[in-house]
C-alpha cells in the first residue's frame, strides 16, 4: 500500500518537474532569441528546412480535404437544395478548424519528428556538450532558431493549407458538380468575417500550435536519453504529445472564440 | 551559392503564405464589406423579430443596401429594437418607407425587406422607422389556422 502511494507520488513529482524543466526550457529559447539579429542565416536554413521542405505534403494534402469537404458537403446540401452555401460550409469549417488543427498535425508528424531527432542525436553524439565545452551556448545557436523558424512556418503553412483548400472546394464543387461559382464566392464572403474568423483561425491558432509543436520537439530531443532508444523513444513521443496538445487547445481555443460561454 | 539558393527557396515559400493569406483575406472574407460599417443608421421597433440576427442584410427591392448592426428589447413597450446601418450611397429614402421581417426561401436565413414610401423627406442618421410588420412566425401561423379550423365555417381567406 505504501508502496503504490510512494509510486504515485514519484509519479507526480517526476511529472511536475518535467513540466517545470519544459517551461525554464521555453524560456531559454526565447531568451535565445536576440541572437538571430546577429546572424539570420541560422534562421533562413531552419526556414528551409521546417517550412520549405514542408510544403508539398501540405500542399497535397490541403487540396485533398478541401475536395473531400467539396464532395461531402454537396452530397449533404443537395438534399434540401442548399448547394450554394456549399461555399460557406468549406470556406468555415477549413478556416476555423481544419486547416490549423491539420497543419499542426502533418507538421508534428513531418518536421517535429525530425527536429526531435535532430536535436536527440546532437545530442546522443554529444554535440551540444562538445560546444558547451567550447563555451558556447547551444540554445542561440542550435535551438532558437529552429524554434522561431517553426513558429514563423506553422502559421505561413497554415494560410497555404487553407488556400489551397479552399480552391480544392471549389474545383470540386463548381468545376466538377456544377454549382454556381458566383454563389459559391458570394455566399462564402458572406458568412466569413476578417476578425472573428480568419484572425482568429487561421493566425492566432496557427501561432499556438506552432509554438507548441516546436517546443514540444525541441524539449523533447533536448530531454531525450542519448542512446538510440531514446532518440526513437523522443520522436516518437513528439508526435503523441504533440498531437494531443494540439487538439485539447484546439477545443479550449474554439470554446473561447466561437463558443458561447 | 547553396545560401543563396535557400533564401531563394524561403524567400517564395514566404510569398506563397503571404499570397495565400492575401487570397483568404480578400476573397474568401468580408473585407470588401468592412466599409458598410460607414453608413448611416436607421432603427425600426418590431413586435416579433422571430430569428432576426446582427449581420443579416437589409435589402430594398431584393437589393442589399445594408446590414442589421444591433438588436435590442425596448424595456417599455417589449418591442424590439432593431439598429440598421444604411449604405450612404442609398440616403434619399423616404421617411415613410417600411420595414418588415421576411425569410429568403422556405428554411433560408430572415432579413430585413424595405419598402420605400411616398414622402419628400429623407431618413437620415438616428432616423426612426414608424411602419414595421414583424415576421411570420411559424407556430403561430400554424395555431391560427388550426383554430380557423376548428370554428368550421372561418374561410381562410379571411385571416388577415
Excluded at chain 1, 10 to 15: A, I, P, R, S, T
Excluded at chain 1, 232 to 253: G, N, P, Y
Excluded at chain 2, 29 to 35: M, P, Q
Excluded at chain 2, 93 to 103: I, K, N, Q, R
Amino acid at each position: 500500500m505504501i508502496a503504490v502511494l510512494r509510486s504515485l507520488g514519484q509519479f507526480v513529482l517526476n511529472k511536475l518537474a518535467r513540466l517545470g524543466r519544459a517551461n525554464l526550457f521555453l524560456l531559454s529559447l526565447l531568451g535565445a532569441l536576440t541572437f538571430l539579429f546577429k546572424r539570420p542565416s541560422l534562421l533562413i536554413r531552419q526556414l528551409y528546412a521546417v517550412g520549405v521542405l514542408s510544403l508539398p505534403i501540405i500542399l497535397v494534402s490541403g487540396l485533398f480535404v478541401g475536395m473531400v469537404l467539396g464532395l461531402q458537403g454537396y452530397a449533404n446540401l443537395v438534399d434540401f437544395g442548399a448547394t450554394s452555401s456549399l461555399g460557406t460550409v468549406v470556406a468555415l469549417s477549413l478556416i476555423r478548424e481544419l486547416g490549423p488543427v491539420l497543419t499542426a498535425l502533418l507538421y508534428a508528424g513531418r518536421a517535429g519528428s525530425a527536429l526531435t531527432a535532430e536535436i536527440g542525436l546532437m545530442k546522443a553524439t554529444e554535440q551540444l556538450a562538445s560546444m558547451q565545452m567550447m563555451a558556447v551556448d547551444p540554445f542561440p545557436r542550435v535551438l532558437s532558431p529552429r524554434f522561431l523558424a517553426g513558429c514563423l512556418a506553422v502559421p505561413i503553412l497554415t494560410s497555404i493549407f487553407t488556400a489551397v483548400g479552399i480552391l480544392g472546394g471549389y474545383f470540386v464543387a463548381v468545376v466538377q458538380l456544377g454549382v454556381d461559382g458566383g454563389a459559391f464566392w458570394a455566399q462564402m464572403q458572406a458568412k466569413v468575417l476578417l476578425f472573428e474568423d480568419i484572425v482568429n483561425g487561421v493566425i492566432i491558432k496557427s501561432i499556438v500550435f506552432g509554438v507548441l509543436a516546436n517546443w514540444i520537439a525541441l524539449f523533447e530531443g533536448y530531454e531525450a536519453l542519448p542512446t538510440s532508444e531514446g532518440v526513437s523513444l523522443a520522436t516518437t513521443r513528439t508526435v503523441v504529445v504533440t498531437s494531443l496538445a494540439v487538439l485539447s487547445w484546439d477545443f479550449l481555443l474554439t470554446a473561447l472564440m466561437f463558443g458561447a460561454w | 551559392m547553396r545560401q543563396k539558393n535557400l533564401e531563394l527557396m524561403v524567400g517564395v515559400f514566404v510569398a506563397l503564405g503571404l499570397a495565400a493569406f492575401l487570397l483568404l483575406a480578400l476573397k474568401v472574407s468580408d473585407l470588401t464589406r468592412i466599409g458598410e460599417n460607414e453608413g448611416y443608421r436607421i432603427t425600426a421597433h418590431f413586435e416579433n423579430i422571430g430569428g432576426l440576427k446582427v449581420r443579416a442584410p437589409v435589402t430594398l427591392g431584393g437589393v442589399r443596401i445594408g446590414r442589421v448592426i444591433g438588436i435590442d428589447l425596448d424595456s417599455q413597450s417589449y418591442e424590439a429594437v432593431v439598429t440598421m446601418s444604411i449604405d450612404p450611397r442609398y440616403d434619399r429614402l423616404p421617411t415613410d418607407s417600411s420595414a418588415s421581417v421576411l425569410t429568403s426561401g422556405l428554411l433560408g436565413e430572415q432579413y430585413v425587406g424595405l419598402e420605400p414610401g411616398g414622402m419628400d423627406s429623407y431618413l437620415g442618421d438616428g432616423s426612426v422607422l414608424k411602419l414595421t410588420q414583424s415576421a411570420l412566425v411559424l407556430e403561430k401561423l400554424i395555431g391560427r389556422m388550426l383554430t380557423s379550423a376548428a370554428s368550421g365555417d372561418a374561410p381562410p381567406a379571411k385571416t388577415p
